[in-house]
């Protein structure tokens, strides 16, 4: 069951706290309806809603962000150095040998650089599965004509890395849906709980033996919301006939 108002998760919860804790109060007299209804129910209610205020940010998430962020990080770097490769290899390979630059430019896709350099992680996927798959035609010829060694190590380490990084950040994504299934579930669970609750705090209430605004969504969400007219929250009571 969903919340029928208009609230955030914080506010809902914080609802559910307020419930639980006078419910706890009233124990005695709810348990004279639902047996399994006790002070000792009622706390561990409580202890499920302390756990889901602190779930509002699922971890996952944190994940996924610090795993986009080393993505992007790699992305910049392998980018810039694919950039200095070609440069590279349009220098180095000149003249008579200018068509096998052409054709070591060609078969590492360097056509897709640009989009790569935007950003799209296909695009260097694209490139670095290129430079694996011709890694022992094309690493010798590279070497032959001095490239940097820190330059093509990087590649080297970036071809497999990067792959690693992208399946990491993907895995991350799945687990933060999931996590967010599971938070939202168990928000859901707790609200319904509540609600049952309230409805029988309510029914108690036609019969004066509760307070008639003591288990009313709706009243406690108008209290806990900041209203500027209202000077002070109305003074706390343990009395549950208040």
């Not at 955030?8 to 419910?23: D, F, P, Y």
């Not at 779930?55 to 770097?77: I, M, N, R, Y």
């Not at 707790?190 to 036609?206: P, Q, W």
Request: proline share 3%.
């Amino acid at each position: 069951m969903k919340p029928n108002y208009r609230m955030k998760h914080e506010e809902m919860l914080t609802i559910a706290s307020i419930v639980s804790a006078r419910a706890e109060q009233d124990a005695q007299l709810f348990q004279t309806l639902f047996a399994d209804w006790t002070p000792q129910e009622f706390q561990i209610l409580t202890s499920r809603i302390e756990a889901a205020l602190l779930q509002l940010t699922p971890k996952p998430l944190v994940t996924q962000k610090a795993l986009t962020a080393e993505v992007e990080a790699s992305l910049q770097q392998t980018v810039l150095d694919l950039e200095i490769l070609q440069i590279f290899i349009e220098h180095k390979f000149t003249g008579t040998e200018k068509a096998k630059g052409e054709e070591i430019i060609q078969l590492l896709q360097f056509s897709k650089a640009r989009t790569a350099k935007q950003g799209d992680q296909e695009s260097l996927t694209a490139i670095l599965s290129s430079f694996t798959a011709n890694h022992n035609t094309i690493v010798p010829l590279l070497q032959n004509k001095n490239i940097g060694q820190d330059l093509l190590t990087r590649l080297e380490n970036a071809a497999s890395s990067f792959h690693n990084l992208n399946v990491s950040q993907e895995l991350a994504k799945g687990d933060k849906k999931e996590a967010y299934r599971k938070v939202q579930t168990e928000r859901n669970e707790i609200y319904t709980y509540i609600s049952n609750i309230c409805r029988v705090g309510k029914k108690l209430a036609t019969t004066n033996l509760i307070a008639k605004e003591r288990y009313t969504i709706s009243h406690i969400l108008t209290n806990i919301r900041y209203n500027p007219k209202r000077t002070q929250h109305p003074p706390a009571t343990t009395d549950h006939t208040q």
